[in-house]
């Protein structure tokens, strides 16, 4: 056996060290002599913008301005240890190349001139890292919502199964959860007593939790052999999962947008209540004393995007009604923000190539048969199944190389935004 | 009451045994589904853990028979919401209807003629902020009082000084509603401790057809009267209510039992009698009542013209307008705007059924 091939320590290094994890690429195609100007330029600015926004603050204080601030001193700070580094390696190339000075010193200098420059390097992918724009729904906390796509029973079945793999995800996390919504199909119960699923909702009310599962959106694949089948055949089938933003429902809990976002008709979390159609269950007959119904299912219809929501879990209508609006919010939210990324990502695709993510692809397989679970966006593998579909922490590890991949994508993209916004009549000359 | 097909029955038993029972109280598959699971979160919560499941299988098991039988849900599981409350139920007094749309569209309009107000009287005397006068509302034959707890619910916020007084004859109702208003209160407490208004509810007993005592009369003096009497008739009662209706709730609350002598029907003799106690007695300047179907909301609300024909104030110019089952929606192209009675034009608000007669005075201060 042993038939691993060497490995050098560096890549070894890189691809198990977290937090070096979202780098790897940059690492290995720029090094600090080769820091993208167009980035550092963006940097300036943003540390101009700083200093500008410090000062007039001073005096008063702006909820606003200070969270703006917030997000800038991080590269601000970044970008003055990047550029004292700098000053300090050419003034050592100057030492060294300044036929003045003596041997002893040059020596030393030369000696410095090393340790700096390893240190350039740490220090630009703290720059890069810095500018690389935060996910906007990135600290909020989320829905996930679970339903069987193709595939029929063993869809519903495995949708289930995922369900609880989230769940025990996050009850090992320490994450609070609620079951949103419910609803089951007509059919036969799988092994476990359980009608089928029909689409399933689970509130993750953890700050961050967006950020944590925002890699899991996509189709899950499954390939085994399914409880019900009687000949032993293995079955490919696939469940689709979306991951929306939880939105605060009143200013209390929001710490990431207030009310007035809400209320703002600009702002993507704005939904006009003229455009949501109320659809409820209206009784035949009389109504009134006549009868006493226990419906309360509510379906909002927001018109311009067509996008429909169905409760009724709750016996009350208003809770229902309640629970809807969150739902139909955070959808179009979502799906507002996808399209703009979808822009972006157009404009762009001749540059970075392809995006390989999206909801319609599939992102990750479940293979019962080897035991083994391939996630299609990074590539990794894990062989202990089980241990995935308890929420162990092999989970950890598929979820935690994502969120690398997708760190890395989305450094790529920044420097294919800004190399192309100041070479608008090249866009291909980068990399 | 046509019988359940087989295949529905057959297709119920397989998402659970338990469901064919509680479909033959409910008729439709999907309704079943989601009582099935309500009564199930019922009973799960309500045994103490550690007891074997075969109890709590038992239990489930009995409530499904209940429910087979007809009993209303409401009473099975002892609560119904209405609005944002949770209102205890219990067998003899009626359930609250899901009509919390045109409760919570009284408050809205109250409470928007409270701004006016609040503003007109700031303008007048800047200098010293007077105390707002207080608002009464009286609720006849109130039940479980859900519409006056959920009333005070919603304009507790609003107004310094609510009263709030329910009346029923059955002295059933009269207790179960003070349960409610202690087991909303105890809901609120932190609500009620933040806050610096106080309202006063208190729930009574009282025959609105017996002569009234001069302590009575000035008791219902109020600002706005609100009723939802029994409003069926005899012969609907037999033939148009649900099974779990006629069975198992109070004919009392359902079907008036006066004998009438007047010119008018004897399912509307509730509405007679409001009327009356509206414009000679309570001096309110607000009515609402719930009404059953559309004929008896024209009925109605001739009557209530009739009634203001009559006044010998000239001066007082009086609005009815009458609501449909949701007053606040956007009404949909196929139902009427309007309903012309004795030359006048009677606006129908909202969308759904015709199901409460609002009758308001014009430049009424609350």
Redesign the interface.
Known sequence: MSGAPWICRRCINTYLRPGRRRLIRFASTASHESFSPVLLARARNMAVEHDRLVEETAETFDAKISKRIGELRKVTTALKEWEENQSALSELQALITDPTSDEELRELAADDLTSTRTQMGTLSQNLVTSLTPKHPFEDMPCLMEIRPGAGGGEAALFASDLLRMYRAFCARRGYRVSMMKYD?A????GDTGE?PLAEAILEVEASGAYGEFRSEAGVHRVQRVPATESKGRTHTSAVSVLVLPSLPVNESDGQDIGQADLNDPNSDYYVSPADVR?D?M?SR????????????AIRLTHIPTNTVVNM????????NRAKAWQLLRSKLAQARRDAREEEVTKLRRGVIGIAKMGRENKIRTYNYGQQRVTDHRSGLSVRNLDDVMEGGFELDKVIDSVKTWLGEREMQSLLAEEEEASHPSKPNKSK | MPRLPHTLLL?AY???PLLPLILQG?RTLR?A???L??IREHVEERTPAGLPESVVRRTLLKCCQRRSRGE???YILGT??F??L?ILCRPGV??P????AYTSYLAKILLEKRKVRMQALRASCSAQVKPYPSLRIVDLCTGTGCILLLLQSLLSSEFEDLHLTGWDVSNGAISLARKNLQRVETNQLIKILSRTTHSRISFRSLDVFANLTSQESEDLRCDVLIS?P???SED?FNH???R??RNW?PKL??VPTVSTSGSFAPEDIFYHRLLFLHFNVCASKVLLM????EEQAFRVTRMTLEKIQQLSDRSRTITTEIWR??PE?EPPENEDHEFYCKGQAIPLKGS??L?AVFVFENGALL
């Open positions: 089951v007509d059919g036969d119960s009608p109320t409820v209206r007959g009389a109504g009134g004393q006549h009868v006493n119904t226990t419906d309360s009724q879990d709750s016996r009350s209508q208003h809770q | 297709r397989r998402i659970s409910t309704s589904i989601n009582e699971r309500w209303p849900l409401q119904q919401p609005g944002e949770d009626l359930i209807r899901p009509t919390e939802n029994p409003y069926i609907h148009e209510t649900a779990s209706v709730e609350a359902l719930e009404v059953g179907d089952d949701w929606a759904g059924k199901r």
